[in-house]
């Protein structure tokens, strides 16, 4: 049977009937109503194929997409399900074909794959993109059992490993387009933790900032300006990267962690942004500048926060240079030739006559 869109119907079970039921127990009652030579009268196998039906949609979803196969117990199955909160429905692949691979493991290998890649997508993408993936899942899944079915199996070995071939690439596509989601939405609630620590470093600095001002009349502190200096530098320095495609995120983390991820990332860049301040504002290092007034020291030293929190290789290298020596050299040895310091000197004596 070709890939179909299943009529969804509704019947009243009879008292007593049980809600919900599994894939495989709908996949028997499609394949017992596919087989019987009955009519469709009370107590009919298609009767009861639209009573497994009611009650599998009840537990996961309308059945969108399937595959059933035409002379064995397998098939796949795509199923949407409102959510309570959401636009977009909660999607699931559905998948029995132990019976229909048992000769044929290199299906089967394949089938497994995309049962990884149908949970990898429900588990990190979310909204179109995980639409999208699960439905490619499902139409490679159901060529793939096409392949082992007796109703559309290829007529020879050499036109099942061209198919094969075929499949195996389709599938590698849609695995390419799942790592490029994946990665996208990773950035995405990466970025989102990153700008909300940014942000609230930047505010409490600002209120740190107007609070010293208002204690001690100065409006500029090293250490505050620093923080949120490095900080915004930081932002800015992924902004970068993602711009140019070359800021890949471990996408099956889970979105919590990435965003705990991005929200230490203007931390790593504000504390390394104060270091450096205080190694040219403490004189370890000095400022490149030509003048000496506060006002222009102050603004380097906002430029020097800022790209201590863009780059923290150039700040780590420039902690290191301010690192005074751990070790002295040590001497040179004596020359071969010569006694060494230590050693004993021999009295000199007479020559015997």
């Known amino acids: 049977m070709p890939l179909t869109r299943t009529?969804?119907?509704?019947?009243?079970?009879a008292p007593g009937t049980r809600i919900g039921c599994t894939f495989a127990e709908l996949l028997y009652a499609h394949h017992d109503w596919h087989t019987s030579p009955n009519g469709d009268g009370p107590g009919s196998a298609e009767e009861e194929y639209r009573k497994t039906l009611h009650r599998f949609e009840a537990h996961h979803g309308d059945v969108v997409s399937a595959y059933w196969c035409s002379h064995i117990e397998s098939g796949i199955a795509l199923t949407e399900k409102p959510r309570r909160f959401g636009l977009r429905p909660r999607i699931a692949f559905?998948?029995?074909?132990?019976?229909?691979?048992?000769?044929?493991p290199e299906i089967a290998a394949e089938l497994h794959r995309l049962d990884e890649l149908a949970i990898r997508a429900r588990t990190v993408l979310s909204g179109v993109r995980e639409e999208i993936c699960l439905h490619l899942v499902a139409n490679s899944a159901a060529h793939l059992l096409s392949l082992a079915d007796e109703a559309s199996e290829p007529e020879n070995a050499r036109a099942l490993n061209k198919a094969l071939a075929e499949e195996r690439a389709r599938i590698d596509q849609v695995e390419a387009y799942y790592k490029e989601a994946a990665n996208g939405q990773a950035e995405i609630v990466y970025f989102a933790g990153m700008a909300t620590v940014a942000v609230l470093v930047s505010v409490l600095g600002g209120l740190a900032l107007f609070t010293h001002n208002l204690l001690h009349n100065e409006t500029y502190h090293v250490g505050i300006?620093?923080?949120?200096?490095?900080a915004l530098g930081a932002v800015i320095s992924v902004i970068q990267r993602i711009t140019n495609s070359t800021f890949p995120v471990d996408y099956d983390i889970g979105r919590a962690y990435a965003f705990f991820l991005g929200g230490l990332r203007p931390l790593i860049g504000g504390t390394l942004a104060i270091a450096i301040t205080y190694v040219f504002d403490s004189?370890?290092?000095?400022?490149?500048?030509?003048?000496?007034s506060t006002h222009d020291e102050h603004l380097a030293l906002v430029v020097v926060g800022f790209l201590a929190g863009f780059?923290?290789?150039?700040?780590?290298?420039?902690?290191?240079?301010?690192?005074?020596?751990?070790?002295?050299?040590?001497?040179?040895?004596?020359?071969?030739n010569q006694p060494?310091?230590?050693?004993?000197?021999r009295e000199p004596t007479a020559d015997a006559d």
Do not use: M
Not at 7 to 13: A, R, S, V
Not at 95 to 104: F, I, P, S, Y
Not at 313 to 326: G, N
């Open 311 to 336: 780059s923290e290789r150039w700040a780590q290298d420039t902690l290191a240079t301010a690192l005074p020596a751990q070790h002295a050299a040590p001497p040179a040895p004596p020359p071969a």
């Open 225 to 230: 300006v620093a923080l949120i200096a490095g």
């Open 94 to 104: 559905h998948r029995e074909t132990d019976w229909a691979t048992k000769h044929a």
């Open 7 to 13: 009529t969804k119907h509704h019947t009243n079970g």
């Open 283 to 292: 004189g370890i290092l000095h400022l490149p500048i030509a003048s000496t």
């Open 340 to 345: 060494h310091a230590d050693a004993p000197k």
